[in-house]
């Protein structure tokens, strides 16, 4: 009997910093989405493939649902509650605790409007006992109609595998979207700006990495025969205080953050890199339109 080949979009929600990236690349295995343990760190909604016999996952990871301040947290939240009606699944992921704040109940809320599945995925599963996470999932059970419930870490990998078999099972058959060697329709450029600005995230103080963004410049391959790439990046902040953070005393800072970047680039690219990284002063950015277009935020993502 020929098996029947499955597809169809998934997307995955829930409260900034829940391990949302984490598991996305934890299922496609390989690092596309930027992760860090601050909240937002994801801006754009990334779309990735994951594909075995079965068939075809396109997985859009979106930026964490909180209370906007500006124009960059609007987008933000209008990038990952417009997917609700896009998509043949939803996975929202929150983590192993007893108490539902507001944040949790606004995305159970909007969750009634959805009228594909809603499968809870309690991620973060390694940090507590076995016995706490039944009291966990009893106290979300019955928050929205759940189509299934399924306790991850997606940081250790336990039970992703069971959450890929669950999500097959509620997917219907459909064609082959993509390729067997897409893993992400992120252009090469956006990738390697994440990088380097996940490395700042990680490097800078808490204040401080909301209010960056990174561009680049120039990508280009370099002629010969063994492969490297010439990459000039710009981070850009929003005060000249930041500016003298992100560079350091005597530029130590912004080395480290183009040494620690540019291991993850390479790795990515399979190509020695040449990176080479200034920082400009943009006030107000993030609440500028015509700023947030030219860093790729667009009006309707």
Same mark, same amino acid.
């Given at each position: 009997?020929?098996?029947?080949?499955?597809?169809?979009?998934?997307?995955?929600?829930?409260?900034?910093?829940?391990?949302?990236?984490?598991?996305?690349?934890?299922?496609?295995?390989?690092?596309?989405?930027?992760?860090?343990?601050?909240?937002?760190?994801?801006?754009?909604?990334?779309?990735?493939?994951?594909?075995?016999?079965?068939?075809?996952?396109?997985?859009? !990871?979106?930026?964490?649902?909180?209370?906007?301040?500006?124009?960059?947290?609007?987008?933000?939240?209008?990038?990952?509650?417009?997917?609700?009606?896009?998509?043949?699944?939803?996975?929202?992921?929150?983590?192993?605790?007893?108490?539902?704040?507001?944040?949790?109940?606004?995305?159970?809320?909007?969750?009634?409007?959805?009228?594909?599945?809603?499968?809870?995925?309690?991620?973060?599963?390694?940090?507590?006992?076995?016995?706490?996470?039944?009291?966990?999932?009893?106290?979300?059970?019955?928050?929205?109609?759940?189509?299934?419930?399924?306790?991850?870490?997606?940081?250790?990998?336990?039970?992703?595998?069971?959450?890929?078999?669950?999500?097959?099972?509620?997917?219907?058959?459909?064609?082959?979207?993509?390729?067997? !060697?897409?893993?992400?329709?992120?252009?090469?450029?956006?990738?390697?700006?994440?990088?380097?600005?996940?490395?700042?995230?990680?490097?800078?103080?808490?204040?401080?990495?909301?209010?960056?963004?990174?561009?680049?410049?120039?990508?280009?391959?370099?002629?010969?025969?063994?492969?490297?790439?010439?990459?000039?990046?710009?981070?850009?902040?929003?005060?000249?205080?930041?500016?003298?953070?992100?560079?350091?005393?005597?530029?130590?800072?912004?080395?480290?953050?183009?040494?620690?970047?540019?291991?993850?680039?390479?790795?990515?690219?399979?190509?020695?890199?040449?990176?080479?990284?200034?920082?400009?002063?943009?006030?107000?950015?993030?609440?500028?339109?015509?700023?947030?277009?030219?860093?790729?935020?667009? !009006?309707?993502?």
């Amino acid at each position: 009997m020929e098996q029947i080949f499955k597809s169809g979009f998934v997307t995955i929600i829930g409260r900034p910093n829940v391990g949302k990236s984490t598991l996305m690349n934890k299922m496609i295995g390989q690092k596309i989405a930027i992760t860090s343990s601050k909240p937002q760190t994801t801006r754009n909604r990334i779309q990735t493939v994951y594909h075995d016999e079965r068939g075809q996952i396109i997985f859009l !990871d979106t930026p964490g649902i909180h209370k906007a301040k500006n124009k960059l947290g609007e987008y933000m939240v209008n990038a990952a509650e417009s997917t609700y009606k896009e998509v043949d699944l939803v996975l929202w992921l929150v983590e192993p605790t007893t108490f539902i704040g507001r944040g949790e109940r606004h995305i159970a809320e909007t969750l009634q409007k959805s009228k594909a599945p809603v499968i809870l995925v309690m991620n973060k599963i390694d940090t507590v006992k076995k016995a706490e996470i039944l009291e966990c999932i009893a106290a979300y059970k019955d928050m929205t109609d759940f189509a299934e419930i399924v306790p991850v870490s997606a940081r250790t990998g336990e039970s992703v595998d069971d959450l890929i078999t669950t999500m097959f099972a509620y997917l219907q058959e459909g064609p082959q979207y993509y390729d067997e !060697d897409t893993v992400t329709d992120q252009p090469e450029r956006q990738i390697v700006a994440e990088l380097i600005r996940e490395k700042a995230l990680r490097l800078l103080s808490d204040e401080l990495p909301h209010g960056i963004a990174v561009c680049i410049d120039r990508m280009k391959d370099r002629p010969g025969k063994r492969a490297l790439v010439d990459i000039d990046a710009t981070i850009v902040c929003e005060r000249d205080s930041h500016k003298g953070m992100i560079i350091g005393r005597q530029g130590s800072m912004l080395k480290k953050i183009g040494t620690s970047a540019r291991e993850d680039i390479e790795e990515f690219l399979q190509a020695k890199v040449n990176l080479k990284l200034w920082v400009k002063v943009k006030k107000d950015w993030r609440d500028s339109d015509f700023l947030l277009k030219n860093f790729g935020f667009k !009006d309707n993502p």
